[in-house]
Nanobody, 127 residues
């Protein structure tokens, strides 16, 4: 089992920045590829960003590319999502997720690929 706890959400104005954090406990964190997803009211959960076990490989959804940065610290069992230039359409509950990955350079973009999820943190961006 892997337990994930997100933090760092809040209410901000458009154009502001937020840094989300996700703390992992349980299994060996460096065995897991990590991802961030978000879900707005009435919408399906959508991919935001993903990172490989080592942190070398990352991938972003087009709608956040150039504004968001995913990173991880395997020594601290943490994964982060730095969000800059936030837009009102970014209002959602943000979730981190973990997937056991046999390969060090793989990342995953579909929700169904992930084994474990956090409870989510609310991000609200006002216009």
């Amino acid at each position: 089992q892997v337990q994930l706890v997100e933090s760092g959400g809040g209410l901000v104005q458009a154009g502001a920045s937020l840094r989300l954090s996700c703390a992992a406990t349980g299994r060996t964190f460096s065995d897991y590829a990590m991802g961030w997803f978000r879900q707005a009211p009435g919408k399906e959960r959508e991919f935001v960003a993903a990172i490989s076990r080592t942190g070398i490989d990352t991938y972003y959804a087009n709608h956040v590319k150039g504004r968001f940065t995913i990173s991880r610290d395997n020594a601290k069992n943490m994964v982060y999502l730095q969000m800059n230039a936030l837009k009102p359409e970014g209002t959602a509950v943000y979730y981190c997720a973990a997937k056991f990955s046999p390969a060090t350079n793989m990342y995953y973009v579909t929700p169904g690929s992930y084994n474990y999820w956090g409870q989510g943190t609310q991000v609200t961006v006002s216009s």
